[in-house]
Structures are given as structure tokens and as C-alpha cells.
């Protein structure tokens, strides 16, 4: 059973920093496509930072470029995302996701999905 838990969401000011988790189990993590999504109140599920699998590429939305970093490690089956300079507009609830082989960061493209973390940032 393929399984993601996220965790390391909270409550930070603005300029501040979070670092996500989020622990697999139950498939190949390292052949797998994983990425960090997110969703405000009233608005689609959009994705921050992928990896894909088929070719390897790190992708970053355009509204988190230069502030947050993806990363994982592979020994502890675990994907990170490190959070910094945050914005009242990055709350949400951050979701970590996986599929055998997402080539983009979109939320259609993944077949597997956690709880859910929430990120509220204060102005």
C-alpha cells in the first residue's frame, strides 16, 4: 500500500521558514515521480516542486523560484521541501504526492497523495 505523510507544516511570519516532510512507503521511491502541491481556500490545487522520474528534471512554479528547495533522501525514503522568505500567499494546505511516471507538475499527473500539511503565514 503505497503510503505519503506529510508533516512540518505551522503557523510562521512573513520572511520566516518551514521545512516539509514527507515520508513514503509502499512503492520504489526512487523510480517514482514525487512532488510538493498546495491549495488555498477557493482555489485549484496547484503544483510548487516536482521531480520526475522519466527524465529527472526538478521543476518550481514560478511564484516560489529562488525560495523553496526540493530535495530527498533516498536512503529514508523521504522527499523534503524547504521553505524560505514565505509569503502571506503561500498558506495553504501543502500536499506531498507520487506516480510511477509523472512528467509534469500538475496535479492530474499523480495518482498518489497524503493528508496534508497546513502552512499559515502572518503578515
Known amino acids: 500500500e503505497v503510503r505519503l505523510v506529510e508533516s512540518g507544516g505551522g503557523l510562521v511570519q512573513a520572511g520566516g521558514s518551514l521545512r516539509l516532510s514527507c515520508a513514503a512507503s509502499?512503492?520504489?521511491?526512487?523510480?517514482?515521480?514525487i512532488g510538493w502541491f498546495r491549495q488555498a481556500p477557493g482555489k485549484e490545487r496547484e503544483g510548487v516542486s516536482c521531480?520526475?522520474?522519466?527524465?529527472?528534471?526538478?521543476y518550481y512554479a514560478d511564484s516560489v523560484k529562488g525560495r523553496f528547495t526540493i530535495s530527498t533522501d533516498n536512503a529514508k525514503n523521504t522527499v523534503y521541501l524547504q521553505m524560505n522568505g514565505l509569503k502571506p500567499e503561500d498558506a495553504a494546505v501543502y500536499y506531498c504526492?507520487?506516480?510511477?511516471?509523472?512528467?509534469?507538475?500538475?496535479?492530474?499527473?499523480?495518482?498518489?497523495w497524503g493528508q496534508g500539511t497546513q502552512v499559515t503565514v502572518s503578515s
Open positions: 509502499g512503492f520504489a521511491f526512487d523510480d517514482y515521480s
Open positions: 521531480i520526475s522520474s522519466p527524465d529527472g528534471r526538478t
Open positions: 504526492a507520487a506516480d510511477i511516471a509523472a512528467w509534469h507538475c500538475t496535479s492530474y499527473d499523480y495518482d498518489y
